[in-house]
């Protein structure tokens, strides 16, 4: 609470709670105060948009970066099988061979896989961009609203410093006549 009281915002606070501001003042207090509470609303989802879309993003270059480390074990098994001959060390056979499941990964599943992560991460890069402009967008709208607002309450406390120096000054007056 303490530490509240030294920064801009608790200096605002205070100034709301003391009951003798005018009503003009109080309406440009109360403006700020509310600038305060929904800018950070507005600006609160884009944080939370922007891990999300991190993580997306990362997720989307793993599964490439898997495919790719597949299609690369995959491309040194077929090198290596082009090469085999029935004179080749370590050639034997091997019972049950022939009941594997060779439609387990055909040309066309491995081209449709590809094509899925390829078009996920076109997504994951679209909406990034699509992030970036919103982000881009929004900063120069906050600023220019915290710039306002700042003008504002910096103008009420000016007029209010210039009201309390003008009471002093008078009650100085005052002061000096009665004594």
């Known amino acids: 609470r303490e530490g509240l009281k030294r920064t801009g915002f608790g200096a605002l606070i205070t100034c709301l709670q003391q009951p003798e501001l005018h009503k003009g003042k109080r309406f440009v207090l109360k403006s700020r105060s509310r600038c305060h ?3 950070p609303g507005e600006d609160a989802a884009v944080p939370g948009q922007g891990q999300s879309q991190i993580l997306s993003n990362r997720a ?10 597949n299609k690369q074990v995959a491309h040194r098994i077929d090198d290596r099988c082009h090469h085999l001959m029935n004179t080749s060390h370590g050639i ?13 990964s ?45 003008n504002a309450v910096n103008v009420a406390f000016t ?9 002093k000054r008078k009650t100085q007056t005052h002061l000096a006549k009665v004594a």
């Open 37 to 39: 509470q929904v800018v």
């Open 60 to 69: 989307a270059q793993h599964k490439l970066e898997k495919d790719l480390a």
């Open 92 to 104: 034997s056979y091997y019972r049950g061979v022939e009941q594997v499941d060779a439609t387990i």
């Open 106 to 150: 055909v040309p066309e599943s491995w081209a449709k896989f590809t094509n899925d992560n390829i078009l996920r991460s076109q997504s994951q890069r679209a909406a990034s961009a699509k992030l970036r402009t919103d982000i881009e967008n929004l900063l120069p709208v906050t600023a220019s609203e915290m710039r306002r607002q700042f």
């Open 159 to 167: 007029k209010r410093i210039a009201e309390m120096a003008d009471a």
